[in-house]
């Protein structure tokens, strides 16, 4: 699904501008208030998991909890999620997300980083069945973690600061064109929800 532009001019300002990429970033989408309800009902309506995936020929365990919601079954690193339903805060952010992005979710991939030791290793989301171009919203709740971009082919790296209650939109190329990743840190940090909507065809 294709990121289309808005109409009124003063949302560019978001937009971030990187070669084969379309970015836009919103740190304050959720007021404090929104971003801290939002944590406290997420981190007790889901049924957070570690699951394992194949990596090198072995199954490791990743370094965060995740679950899985929406419409449609998901699969990644030979790991296959079926859905949980949506919950009331979940349908709530994606409708909200939808809006500014005018792009349509149907599925949410949930991460649980407990510490500065749990981490997102570098990957790309182009699995099949997100399609060529896929549009993915990411939602930031909790402490704030490093996020970075690295172009696979000309090393080029983009770093932000992913804070309480932000919205990080990739659309375009991002996902044929670059790694991303959530780097592990020896600072102490509390915990992090992050909310990646997205749409399974």
Request: contains cysteine; charged residues 25%.
């Amino acid at each position: 699904m294709e990121y289309s532009l808005f109409s009124d001019s003063s949302d560019l300002r978001s937009w971030i501008e990187l070669p084969n990429s379309q970015l836009l970033y919103i740190p304050d989408f959720l007021t404090p208030q929104q971003a801290d309800t939002a944590f406290s009902n997420l981190r007790e309506e889901l049924n957070w998991q570690q699951e394992a995936i194949q990596m090198f020929g072995r199954k490791v365990l990743q370094p965060r909890l995740q679950a899985w919601h929406g419409d449609k079954p998901y699969t990644y690193s030979g790991l296959s999620l079926t859905p949980e339903p949506w919950s009331p805060e979940l349908l709530r952010i994606k409708q909200r997300c939808e809006a500014v992005s005018e792009c349509e979710f149907n599925s949410v991939l949930a991460n649980l980083y407990r510490s500065g030791q749990d981490s997102m290793g570098w990957h790309q989301d182009n699995e099949p069945e997100l399609g060529l171009n896929p549009a993915i919203a990411s939602i930031s709740l909790g402490e704030q973690r490093r996020f970075i971009l690295r172009h696979i082919e000309t090393r080029q790296k983009y770093e932000l600061e992913l804070s309480h209650g932000a919205l990080l939109v990739m659309a375009g190329e991002t996902q044929r064109y670059w790694q991303h990743s959530v780097p592990k840190t020896a600072k102490p940090k509390a915990e992090r929800i992050n909310l990646t909507f997205r749409y399974i065809i």
